[in-house]
């Protein structure tokens, strides 16, 4: 058997082995992607709850006490939460965030606003550790599951603590926003402070019957708005995660049809080889048999 052969045998043998797990990844990636667009509508859903409970309470609460600081703070202060991934494969979708970053960092430094950065990924902070990018806080993600709640609701909590005290003056996510199949737009997106989506304009007349609240609807309202702020920052994560998965799956879709391509033609390379190398022992026999010259 003539070198070329066995070179072309090896290489198809090698990506035969490796055509599998590009499949099986592929796989994993496409229903890590259904599954975070099935869970970030049924968040959606959720928060869109948040409305009815707000026109019901808002009636009860004097605006000024619920925006009494609202156009008078100078934010000075910011934190960015950066969401990046735990997994591989998909260098670009975490180098455009880490560029979007500095760029967001000069932005705010020329503005005299200081920033914090909060990681999360442990590619990301590879990333930024690499060019020697200022953070203060990191987070990893799961690398067999899609972001869970309780990441969300930690993070917005502590940073709500923060706000409350007047350490910091606004939140801010940078993220890649699903755009569709393998389609990504890096988006900043201000949580805190946080103001809900409901029409003033429908608020004014308390609802009849009126709705029986318990406790201090202020109190109330405060609770509500730290946990839609969570729920917020958790479909952000969800969103960020449909992104991710989405290119992860199409790039592995372009390398299992690579794979498919490359064993096609060593097969193709593989029977010439062996084609020319059976005629060379025909003629080398015809030869030794003085049926042929030399």
């Not at 229903?31 to 099935?38: C, F, I």
């Not at 009815?52 to 605006?63: G, Q, V």
């Not at 969570?230 to 794979?259: D, P």
Request: hydrophobic residues 40%; glycine residues 4%; charged residues 20%.
């Amino acid at each position: 058997m003539s070198e070329d052969l066995e070179r072309s045998q090896d290489r198809l043998d090698n990506i035969r082995a490796i055509d599998p797990i590009l499949s099986a990844l592929r796989t994993i990636s496409m229903g890590s992607w259904q599954s975070a667009l099935n869970r970030l509508s049924n968040v959606q859903t959720y928060r869109n709850q948040f409305v009815d409970i707000y026109n019901a309470i808002l009636p009860y609460i004097n605006a000024r006490q619920v925006n009494s600081n609202e156009g008078k703070i100078k934010v000075r202060r910011v934190y960015a939460i950066i969401v990046g991934s735990e997994r591989g494969l998909i260098g670009k979708f975490n180098r455009d965030i880490a560029e979007f970053s500095a760029s967001y960092l000069v932005e705010q430094q020329q503005k005299n606003i200081g920033v914090d950065f909060w990681l999360l990924g442990s590619r990301i902070k590879r990333i930024f550790s690499q060019h020697h990018l200022p953070y203060t806080s990191f987070s990893s993600l799961s690398t067999t599951s899609l972001p869970p709640y309780r990441l969300a609701s930690d993070i917005t909590n502590e940073l709500l603590m923060l706000y409350e005290k007047r350490e910091i003056d606004a939140v801010d996510v940078i993220y890649n926003n699903y755009q569709g199949s393998s389609r990504y737009k890096i988006t900043v997106k201000r949580i805190i402070p946080f103001t809900p989506d409901v029409n003033q304009s429908q608020v004014h007349e308390p609802p009849w019957p009126p709705a029986i609240v318990e406790t201090d609807s202020v109190s109330l309202y405060t609770q509500l708005v730290k946990q839609e702020t969570a729920i917020h920052m958790y479909g952000l994560l969800l969103t960020s995660a449909a992104a991710e998965h989405s290119a992860r799956y199409q790039l592995l879709e372009e390398a299992t049809q690579n794979a498919q391509r490359l064993i096609e033609e060593l097969n193709l390379a593989v029977q010439m080889s062996r084609r020319q190398a059976i005629t060379r022992e025909m003629q080398e026999l015809a030869v030794g048999a003085g049926m042929l010259e030399k």
